[in-house]
């Protein structure tokens, strides 16, 4: 019989959490369509265009746990989310300007500019509520919930490779700087990893909270499923 009550220890939780990456959407049929040279300059736009809500997210969803962490030193280490993705000020180098920035260079490289893409007026409705539901889960949730909701960090950096790999040859039309966003998110995302998951672990540590944290990471999951979903219906050809 199945013990469903005794904890996991740290190493059998974290290949339960690492488990995840089935669900994840490299995966997406539409992933998968993209990185194989299959999508047609408008999907990559609309994918590009949509996508970049998220990214519009990201520091709200980060800010928003930073609202609620009553840790120092938790806090010390997730305000550089923040500034990864808004920038340094007034940066001068690639390296301060932040995701934002590096995905408007994206949005350029595809023939988007940069006016029309903050203006996020492409941004599909069950894009915009997924990523505002990701958002609301973090404002809402206790903050060690929603850092481990951040943990499909676990499975970013193949997604990168792979359009770092496929990219140049499939849509060479796509200007090679517009994918720096790629490159640099592989480090970064392994730098969060390593944090998220050591909060993770040390904070859900009975067999309830563990089940608990499997199903918010499956939320996130859902939340970056539903968005290609919403992206390939919008953009069929």
């Not at 990201?58 to 280490?77: F, G, Q, V």
């Not at 700087?177 to 993770?200: N, S």
Request: proline share 4%; hydrophobic share 40%.
């Amino acid at each position: 019989m199945t013990d469903t009550t005794t904890a996991w220890t740290r190493t059998e939780f974290e290949a339960q959490l690492r488990a995840k990456s089935a669900a994840y959407h490299i995966h997406h049929p539409f992933n998968v369509k993209m990185n194989s040279g299959g999508c047609s300059k408008e999907q990559i736009r609309g994918w590009v265009m949509n996508r970049f809500y998220y990214q519009w997210c990201i520091p709200l969803k980060d800010a928003a746990i930073l609202s609620n962490c009553d840790d120092r030193e938790t806090r010390r280490k997730w305000i550089a989310r923040i500034l990864d993705h808004d920038g340094f000020g007034e940066y001068k180098t690639d390296t301060e300007s932040g995701g934002m920035e590096a995905w408007t260079k994206l949005g350029e490289a595809v023939g988007i500019d940069r006016k029309e893409l903050w203006s996020l007026k492409h941004v599909q409705p069950a894009v915009k509520f997924a990523c505002d539901a990701y958002v609301n889960f973090a404002k809402q949730r206790p903050w060690q919930e929603a850092v481990c909701s951040s943990l499909t960090e676990m499975f970013a950096p193949q997604i990168h490779k792979d359009r770092l790999a496929t990219w140049p040859e499939h849509y060479p039309w796509i200007h090679a700087d517009g994918l720096t966003y790629f490159r640099k998110r592989i480090p970064l995302a392994q730098r969060d990893v390593d944090h998220g998951l050591e909060v993770t672990l040390d904070f859900f540590t009975t067999r309830a909270q563990q089940e608990r944290a499997l199903e918010i990471l499956q939320f996130k999951l859902d939340i970056l499923w539903t968005m290609l979903d919403a992206i390939e219906k919008a953009y069929p050809a």
